[in-house]
């Protein structure tokens, strides 16, 4: 196990390098610069501010300093949007935000989605496997970026039960969590009820059963925890996508996450932003797909790793 | 409970009875299946409601969709005042003269959103179609020819798959919007502009760049299923109807085209009903991040972008928008569940 996890974390590095060459060519590819202003700057101005960010370097010169700065100096780069912000301040002052924001909604998701999965699975053809596709599908057809207007018009401005937007107080996180939430959780509801489904007829549900196991522990140890795993599979590139920051939800909820830099640091040719927030993102997301493979020879003992 | 439980005879009989005789036809029984399925027809009728009010846009919708007086502005229809707080009374303008209220410019709200049909659902067609085109013709000659060919495509999906889509979308709509405006006759930006005019002329909606729209998610949307066109062929050309059609001495084009294409289409035409949504909802996405149509033609993602941002003093702006989005993504869901059971009965429910 512990050889597997050293060999997929150097597996990072050629990964990581790759995804960052493509992100930095794409980047810079699109036509169009930094200091582009509906007013034209003088060109002075702006040859002085391409020398100061050595934004006048070949793109492989450039490519080769930042590098080297993330790697020596774990130095993201300054954004060019201001010049006292740096990206790693931006990291620090947005990213604990936007993860846990995103933590809650990856426990919705997943307190919602398993347990009416797992019921609709028992109960096939019952109300409630109907109430859980009922579900399912409006998690799948009601977006994010309509599930957030519609939450504050019911509970916020109708009933007036919780704050509108903003961030800081634990009632603020409840709504945009659930509109992060929802739609991940209809997905998981629908997958987990269809390898439930496939796993209470295998063999060894019937064996454990006729060894006098109660239902509960049948399900729970024996149907549940083997129905997991391709529900496992898709909780890594879930969570991280929420965990880095969802632009919709951040905006319609005025919280200040990270999912706005994804975003704003594209369109306004904010070359370090864009490295940085898609680095961030790939980090996570390589690690969270290693915690999934690590959880399947948990959840499957037949399952090794060497 | 005696009824209930027929055997597989009784059932076959059955199905041979409702046909009357006529001999087994896949896309027949599919059909019969379909309209018995009354979510899947409640989508589809609202799929084709959707249709005709892109199509008849100019004779449904009471004003043009840019049309407006800013004197207007933020009206709140009579009807829906009722249901806001009470304070939302104190400041805004109410009437009758627009169904679902204005916007902030004065515009009417419901004309807005019938002329929106004319960006989501193109949108979402032409992703489709764009997927369906691309990606059975790369999976078909990956899945068919196998070997070094299958690799090398493979890989190369692979690759774009890793890419995370949206970045991809977002870098090609930015590349699009700042590379395609300024332009000089002969260029080929310019030809690419011509071709969007030309597009936009089709769909009524000067300046709205639609081409690039349906390019950029074009671009990214053929991956999947090439990998499922490819799947299917994998399992399919192996079997004995393909080697007997190659015994007599049929070509490869023919061979994909008469006898292993109408064995996968229907796996593959379920895949893209139900990718639909999923299209409709990139332009929503791109829309409100403001990289999608330009102003003033009205997407529902750039009014819901509109509208949330004066979500709590007029809510209207944000909720017809919502919920017409809401209701389309329903209908192509149903329709796309009910096609799946419909041409493929065993894997009803599983997915």
């Given at each position: 196990m512990f050889r597997y996890v050293a060999r997929r974390l150097l597996w990072m590095i050629p990964v990581m390098l790759f995804i960052s060459v493509i992100t930095f060519s794409l980047a810079h590819a699109?036509?169009?610069?930094?200091?582009?202003?509906e007013k034209p700057v003088p060109p002075e101005i702006i040859a002085n501010l391409n020398k100061y960010y050595s934004l006048d370097l070949p793109v492989w010169k450039q490519y080769l300093k930042y590098m080297g700065d993330v790697l020596l100096h774990f130095d993201f780069g300054p954004t060019?949007?201001?010049?006292?912000?740096r990206v790693n301040d931006i990291f620090r002052d947005h990213l604990p935000v936007s993860a846990q924001l995103g933590v809650v909604s990856m426990l919705i998701a997943i307190g919602l989605g398993v347990p009416l999965g797992m019921l609709a699975a028992l109960k096939q053809n019952t109300f409630w496997d109907y109430l859980g596709m009922a579900v399912a599908i409006f998690g799948v057809s009601v977006p994010s970026i309509v599930l957030g207007p519609l939450l504050i018009l019911i509970?916020?401005?109708?009933?007036?039960?919780?704050?509108v937007a903003g961030w800081?107080?634990?009632?603020?996180?409840i709504m945009p969590a659930l509109a992060l939430g929802l739609g991940s959780s209809a997905i998981i509801a629908r997958l987990t009820r269809a390898s439930m489904l496939q796993v209470i007829r295998e063999d060894y549900i019937r064996t454990a059963r006729a060894k006098g196991l109660s239902e509960r522990l049948v399900m729970v140890r024996h149907a549940l925890k083997n129905a997991f795993i391709p529900v496992a599979t898709i909780l890594g590139p879930m969570f991280a996508a929420v965990v880095t920051g969802t632009f919709v939800v951040e905006q319609i909820f005025a919280i200040p996450g990270l999912g706005k830099y994804f975003i704003t640091s594209i369109t306004n040719r904010d070359y370090p932003v864009v490295m940085g927030t898609i680095l961030l993102y790939a980090v996570i997301l390589v690690f969270a797909n290693l915690a999934v493979d690590i959880t399947y020879a948990f959840l499957d003992p037949r399952i090794r790793y060497t | 409970m005696k009824t209930e439980t027929k055997t597989v005879q009784e059932r076959a009989a059955i199905r041979l009875s409702e046909r009357m005789g006529e001999p087994a036809n896949l896309w027949y029984d599919a059909w019969r299946r379909l309209i018995r399925n009354r979510a899947a027809m409640l989508g589809l009728i609202i799929v084709v409601v959707l249709i005709a009010m892109a199509v008849l846009a100019p004779r449904v919708?009471?004003?043009?969709?840019?049309?407006?007086d800013s004197y207007e502005a933020y009206t709140i229809p009579n009807w829906l005042i009722n249901l806001l707080?009470?304070?939302?009374?104190?400041y805004t303008k109410t009437g009758e003269k627009f169904l679902f209220g204005s916007d902030y410019l004065g515009r009417d709200m419901l004309s807005r959103l019938i002329y929106g049909t004319r960006v989501s659902l193109p949108v979402g067609f032409m992703g489709a179609l764009t997927a369906l085109i691309i990606g059975l013709v790369y999976g078909c000659i990956s899945g068919y020819f196998g070997g070094a060919v299958d690799n090398i495509m493979m890989r190369i999906v692979d690759i774009m798959y890793a890419f995370p889509t949206m970045l991809l979308i977002i870098l090609m709509m930015a590349f699009f919007k700042s590379s395609f405006a300024k332009v000089q006759p002969g260029s080929v930006s310019y030809t690419f502009n011509q071709i969007n005019k030309l597009v936009d002329g089709i769909l009524g909606?000067?300046?709205?760049?639609m081409l690039f729209i349906f390019m950029g998610i074009g671009i990214t949307a053929w991956m999947g299923m090439a990998r499922l066109a490819r799947g299917q062929i994998l399992s399919l050309k192996e079997k004995e109807f393909v080697e007997a059609a190659h015994m007599i001495g049929a070509g490869d084009i023919r061979i994909i085209i008469r006898h292993i294409l109408p064995n996968i289409i229907g796996p593959c035409l379920v895949a893209e009903t139900l990718a639909i949504p999923n299209y409709i909802n990139t332009e929503v996405f791109l829309s409100f991040i403001g990289?999608?149509?330009?102003?003033?033609?009205?997407s529902w993602g750039a009014m819901i972008s509109e509208g949330s941002q004066s979500i709590r003093s007029y809510p209207h702006m944000v909720l017809f928008p919502a919920l017409a989005l809401a209701i389309t993504m329903f209908a192509f869901n149903f329709l796309g569940d009910g096609l799946r059971d419909a041409l493929d009965p065993k894997m009803k429910g599983t997915s």
């Open positions: 699109v036509p169009g610069g930094p200091f582009d202003r060019y949007r201001s010049r006292s912000l509970f916020a401005l109708r009933l007036g039960w919780l704050p800081g107080t634990p009632a603020q996180v | 919708a009471p004003y043009g969709y840019a049309q407006g707080p009470a304070s939302v009374k104190t909606l000067q300046g709205g760049g990289l999608g149509v330009d102003p003033p033609t009205p």
